[in-house]
T-cell receptor, first 114, second 109 residues
Framework: KAGVTQTPRYLIKTRGQQVTLSCSPI?????VSWYQQTPGQGLQFLFE???????NKGNFPGRFSGRQFSNSRSEMNVSTLELGDSALYLC?????????????FGPGTRLTVL | AQRVTQPEKLLSVFKGAPVELKCNYS??????LFWYVQYSRQRLQLLLR??SRESIKGFTADLNKGETSFHLKKPFAQEEDSAMYYC???????????FGTGTQLKVEL
């Protein structure tokens, strides 16, 4: 099985711009979660989608949004970028919305905001 | 609110020495805990979960609800164990994991 893929792998944007990141889960996985990883804050949960519905949301401002398509692919969008949004954004997929399923992580998208 | 604490940023041990990576959590409900590992230039991946009560690559972890801990242990460290280790708490209601800040394990020869 192909693993979780994320595109693009690297992005450079300037303050005020917006960005869209994409995540393709493992085939058959219906749950996609997004995390932000920074040296200062570590890994922080952004949100999770299951069957095109957002089920969980972390403590991030409304500038961070996401969606999931019928094929389970997911996108996250960050509007009005700030310098502090520079981070590695990871997505993870799991096989169902059930309890305690292993999450499979992608390689991440490295976002740099100048 | 749930919280995971890994007090050590870096743990350096010699090959063959015992390893213990500490993890403490706070959560009012019934916790489910995991250890994830990230080897150099690889993706974050699951190492073990407490409900499985299994040993993976020689590592074990026991959930101690009284001490709210889930420490990761290995009796004899190997060079290939060098990696970043994250303790994570699953709190239900979907796939949300709360991660600790991670401990970099360095096994020296």
């Amino acid at each position: 099985k192909a693993g979780v893929t994320q595109t693009p792998r690297y992005l450079i944007k300037t303050r005020g711009q917006q960005v869209t990141l994409s995540c393709s889960p493992i085939s058959g996985h219906r749950s996609v979660s997004w995390y932000q990883q920074t040296p200062g804050q570590g890994l922080q949960f952004l949100f999770e989608y299951f069957s095109e519905t957002q089920r969980n949301k972390g403590n991030f401002p409304g500038r961070f949004s996401g969606r999931q398509f019928s094929n389970s692919r997911s996108e996250m969008n960050v509007s009005t970028l700030e310098l502090g949004d520079s981070a590695l954004y990871l997505c993870a997929s799991s096989s169902s919305g059930g309890y305690s399923n292993e999450q499979f992580f992608g390689p991440g998208t490295r976002l740099t905001v100048l | 609110a749930q919280r995971v604490t890994q007090p050590e940023k870096l743990l350096s041990v010699f090959k063959g020495a015992p390893v213990e990576l500490k993890c403490n959590y706070s959560y009012s409900g019934s916790p489910e805990l995991f250890w994830y590992v990230q080897y150099s230039r690889q993706r974050l991946q699951l190492l073990l979960r407490h409900i499985s009560r299994e040993s993976i690559k020689g590592f074990t972890a026991d959930l101690n609800k009284g001490e709210t801990s889930f420490h990761l242990k290995k009796p004899f460290a190997q060079e290939e164990d060098s990696a970043m280790y994250y303790c994570a708490l699953f709190t239900g209601g979907g796939n949300k994991l709360t991660f600790g800040t991670g401990t970099q394990l360095k096994v020296e020869l």
